[in-house]
């Protein structure tokens, strides 16, 4: 009886999400979710900073700026400074996470029709974002060094994708892959934005969670070395994945013509987000806990990921593929010959869960079937190996 | 040398933000914002729900549901049923703000170039989330009794319209007017609404500010005694005003149809709102802090506006037009004669603050230029004496 938009007339809600309802299933092990893990969560120091924000309670309880308080746009200059990363106050803003960053960004930056290119696969909101927006999506394919830039040139030069109006890439511990893209490749990127005039969205939640490997600097960091880049890269990050989600704290910092209209856009949107947690989260990076706390975070993380390659690796030998990652959440696995949708119904009856891989591809049907993800995160160390068990049982009802 | 979209290749800001640079002079008195009044937030009942929820501090931390947390979600409805507004789970949502409500419900009912009624004048942001749609705005004339429905049923009827998607309003203590929308009018807009098939979005932050006259009951709960109307009313309300705004705590409230595609909107645009606030926010309401602290809200309302309307008759005597609101935080007045946009140049230097009128209108050349919107929420009384002292010398000093 409602008119919908034609995004909404036949809506699907988030593919990962739709699995929230076999959590609650007792004896559950999951690898689906992309949540960080609960019993790492810095209480303490939260709580600290909770009350040290509390010196201020009207400030945390009216109105804030629409681009931020300017006690944690200071914090967020500084942090992204110790990145590499120099920013004056009109290139950033706070958002609601950094899932509400591409979303301001969408709106002022793309038409219905516009090609936006993404690597893939890819982190499924951002995907479902640019079909809200009606954008026509064009997939660059990424390996375990991140986005092939090759073919992104070739497709660039062929004209094939028209003009695009940017291209969404995780350089760094990518979603669902974990790849990480190699520092050449991230300086060709920059190159290519330049010469074809398209926004690079550099979303950066995971690359502090590195537990093995050098780092390697952003995007936005080398595009300081590359003329021009600098006005090419938009940068997102947030503190979902290294302190809290739950304080939905994350920022943009890129060109101040771009921050400036989706601080307009933000007005509409929200008017704010909550000075309450900003505060919260400008105390805590004040007080140096962020520091403090992560390397107890990366290092259990590493801890995990350790175990589930092993787990996966002893249960399913040769019969899966996968790269070990340096960081992030997430192991990115192929099981040649299966259709990864039949498995998770099987793996479901035995207690345990993944996302099948076609969820981060732009077309379903292109989408590779034998790929899954699975994340390390949330579960303890002898519930993966447990997993890991699950999943051979799974794998080998469907021989 | 970037393409941005339509709505955001000139973009302008919020009128009433504008102003904010000046908020800071030394002396300056504003009738300008939309903000509650910091010194009567309830700090003491606000921390102590913090300190409860702090006992839940992991679901504080974590992601959320994308509707709202569960306990939030019950204490909405306790709220609403006690406003005279049965509502189930599935027809009610948190949102980020009752403005991201709005900014949801646009995305999925409303297509570029769709009509939408609003009344007018009408809330500034409104206007603005209308145009970023790209909406056809057309507005319906409201005086002191609220929006003029019976101009509304001659629009609908002449077709000049088109098929209106929704219309806009704040039935109680209107922004900017501070009018209230007479219960023979509900009934005969929410007759219309069945009638037309259009959807009636009520935006109601202020309902509860009521300092004088008898309460009236909602168009949602007016809905539930007209046939199919319930169908078709979407209602938005918010702690901004009755608690704090920095919690970010709103809700909508309207058919399921149409919230279930509002929250798959939202896993998109931000996930979820914050759970840390969200949780304070349902420990303030369980513990009845609302009810307890509300009266002290309203009484000082009463008091703050009955001290502006005399100050103005005393100051500015027959040259000023307005109505006494019973509620709310505004009263709009007329000078007629006057420029409100030249007054506010003045009065500025007189070191006092107001809207301009214009703000509040769709077409800003077919605005009421004699009027201007005052808010009495943030000043104390003495203040509101002075301020309308230096509103005489502004206008005096244009004669």
Chains 1, 2 share one sequence.
Not at 12 to 26: A, D, H, Q, T
Not at 57 to 66: D, K
Not at 174 to 200: C, I, Q, S, W
Not at 335 to 341: E, F, H, N, Q, S
Request: net charge neutral.
């Amino acid at each position: 009886m409602y008119e919908f938009t034609s995004p909404f007339q036949q809506p699907s809600g988030s593919p990962i999400r739709e699995l929230f309802k076999y959590l609650g299933e007792p004896g559950m092990i999951s690898f689906a979710g992309g949540y960080p893990a609960s019993d790492l969560f810095d209480v303490e120091g939260l709580s600290l900073a909770a009350e040290r924000a509390s010196a201020n309670a009207v400030q945390c309880l009216q109105y804030g700026p629409t681009d931020g308080l300017a006690t944690l746009k200071r914090e967020i200059i500084g942090l992204m400074a110790r990145r590499g990363a120099a920013c004056e106050a009109e290139e950033v803003m706070a958002t609601t996470g950094s899932q509400q960053g591409l979303d301001l960004l969408l709106r002022v930056l793309v038409e219905p029709g516009d090609a936006v290119l993404t690597e893939e696969p890819a982190y499924p909101a951002t995907l479902q974002a640019f079909r809200l927006q009606r954008a026509k999506i064009v997939a660059v394919p990424a390996d375990a060094q991140g986005i092939q830039v090759d073919k992104l040139a070739s497709l660039l030069e062929s004209g094939a994708c028209g003009k695009p109006k940017l291209l969404y890439t995780v350089p760094t511990f990518a979603n669902p892959t974990g790849a990480t893209l190699a520092t050449e490749r991230r300086r060709a990127l920059l190159a290519l934005a330049v010469k074809h005039r398209f926004v690079v969205v550099e979303d950066d939640p995971y690359g502090d969670l590195r537990f093995a490997g050098a780092p390697l600097r952003s995007l936005l960091a080398e595009a300081q070395a590359i003329d021009g880049a600098r006005d090419w890269v938009v940068h997102f990050a947030s503190l979902s994945k290294i302190v809290a989600p739950g304080l939905r704290v994350g920022w943009m910092a890129g060109p101040r013509e771009i921050v400036r209209r989706c601080v307009i856009a933000k007005q509409t949107v929200d008017l704010c987000s909550s000075p309450w947690t900003q505060a919260v989260a400008a105390e805590y990076l004040a007080a140096g806990a962020l520091e403090q706390h992560l390397p107890k975070i990366t290092a259990a993380y590493g801890v995990k990921c350790a175990a589930l390659c092993a787990a996966l690796r002893e249960q399913l030998g040769e019969a899966i593929e996968f790269a070990q990652p340096e960081g992030g959440m997430f192991v990115w696995a192929r099981l040649p010959g299966i259709d990864a949708a039949d498995l998770l119904a099987r793996a479901i009856g035995q207690k345990v869960m993944f996302v099948p891989g076609k969820a981060f591809f732009a077309d379903a049907a292109a989408a590779d079937k034998a790929a899954l993800r699975l994340s390390f995160a949330a579960p303890d160390v002898e519930a993966i190996k447990e997993g890991a068990r699950r999943m051979k049982r799974a794998y080998e009802a469907g021989l």
